[in-house]
């Protein structure tokens, strides 16, 4: 409707035009014609030398008459009135000023309007006028023309834009209520493994449909990711609260209180796993929302493994921490003590007899490496131990407390600083973290 709209007012407002600037021109010749007529014929009569009778370049179309100052016809043309003049003697002093005027034939016994022009001439004892008045009847025939044109034209020429118009937008449109219906039946029904039509057209609506169908791609990967993890974490809840429940009702069925202080210790300890455990989901709920780092500025990445180190029960095994000059980088302090702290309560749980924690810079990047000496990670397995509960078997039987989530938030704050952890070759387990180093240049704050 807006298309029509736009359309109809720009043909009228052409069609106006049209008539308004050919009206004009066809005007503008007729009285250019006449007044070339009146100026020849008024040279001769200052000239004295006017024949009889006036002769005409346009003879039939253009009636000239040469009127004194009584209003009495002195001569004419051939074709006009010898004995009525063409304008009145009202009019005669009216149209003195030289400028065209339109006049009814009727007067003269002409049927077509005539457009009229004068010229003084002659001595001024014997001052004459010079009438010419040109035929109106061509102009109005084109104009009838051209408006007869305009009116069965622009009708055709709006149904067809309309028309085109109508035509494109649906054909244009048409994917889009496609893919609406497929949207629709996608949401309604819950369908999983669907994906929206693409048209066949290599144009903006596709491009829209495999931007929307990789949008659903990734929407039905994070919804098996949260369902993954919304099954796994329920799993590893279940087990700690089903330990606490058959202690507590075997407690309460045989009560001993020589007992009690060994349940009380049992569920401390497994109270205590739950609650790593909720903080571990809480904190990559936190990451994956985007808000489990602050950017303070630069720290020391070694400052904070000996900050870790320092806070550690006495261990079972051998711990040792190697720290190369300044290892700057910019973070969050806080986040990245918890990515070495993840990655040394790993390294104890499955340490023989030593672990081993080094910071350095290398080239623009700022290493952190702990290693231990127990049964190391295979190949195939160093990917899937930063997924979130994915445990190793070996791992499983040696598990002494772990949640199965510190390689996947070690893996989340590393990369929401921009760096990479990965598993390297090493006697035992070998850990890797690289962030980007950061340059010191001054006091920070």
Known sequence: MLATLVVAVGLVAGSVLLLLSLEAALLANVDGTARKQ?????????QDRLPEPIPAADAGTVLVQVVDRRGRVRNASLGSDRAVPLLSPSQLDGARDGRPRNLDGARIGEREPLRVITRPAGPADDRVTVIAAASFASVDSSLHIVQLAVLIGVPLLLAMAVGTAWATVGSTLRPVGELRRAAEEITGTGGRQRRLPLPAAEDEIRRLAETLNRMLERLEQAGGRQRAFVADAAHELRSPLAGMQV??????????????????????????RLGRMVEDLLALARLDDGRGTRWVGVVDLGDIARAVLRRQPEPRVDLR???????????DASALSRVVQNLLDNALRHAASRVEVSARTESASSVLVVADDGPGIT?????????????????????AGGTGLGLAIVREIVRAHQGEVT????????LVVRLPAERRTGADP
């Open 321 to 331: 921490l190697d720290v190369a000059g300044a290892v700057p980088v910019r973070g």
């Open 247 to 272: 202690q507590l009702e075997v407690a309460l069925r045989h009560p001993d209180p020589a007992s009690w202080r060994q349940v009380a210790a049992a569920v401390l300890e497994d109270t205590l």
């Open 379 to 399: 190949v195939a397995d160093r990917e899937r131990v930063f997924e979130r509960y994915a445990r190793l078997d070996d791992a499983r039987s040696r598990d």
């Open 38 to 46: 009146a100026e020849d014929i008024a040279a001769l009569v200052d």
């Open 423 to 430: 598993v390297e070759d090493g006697p035992g387990a070998r």
